[in-house]
């Protein structure tokens, strides 16, 4: 699972502009954001770096928090 959604949410940055930087599709960039599909770890650094994050902001932990 991942983040995408939320953090271009928090940065007010709209889908179709990450697809055009990513050079990827608006229909492929929201399949990552709506979690139907998972970016490959390259795709997510770059998306990270695009959008000035560190990649562990895009990630949701698979840990349990007691």
């Given amino acids: ?6 953090v271009l949410e ?3 940055i709209k889908q179709i502009w990450l697809a055009e930087q990513l050079g990827k599709s608006y ?3 929201h399949s990552y954001a709506q979690n139907k599909r998972q970016p490959s770890l ?3 650094y770059k998306i990270a770096e695009i959008l000035n994050v560190d990649i562990s902001e895009l990630l ?4 349990n928090k007691k």
């Fill in 42 to 44: 390259e795709d997510l």
């Fill in 1 to 6: 699972m991942n983040r995408i959604k939320e």
């Fill in 60 to 63: 949701v932990s698979n840990t």
């Fill in 10 to 12: 928090e940065k007010e």
């Fill in 27 to 29: 229909n492929m960039v």
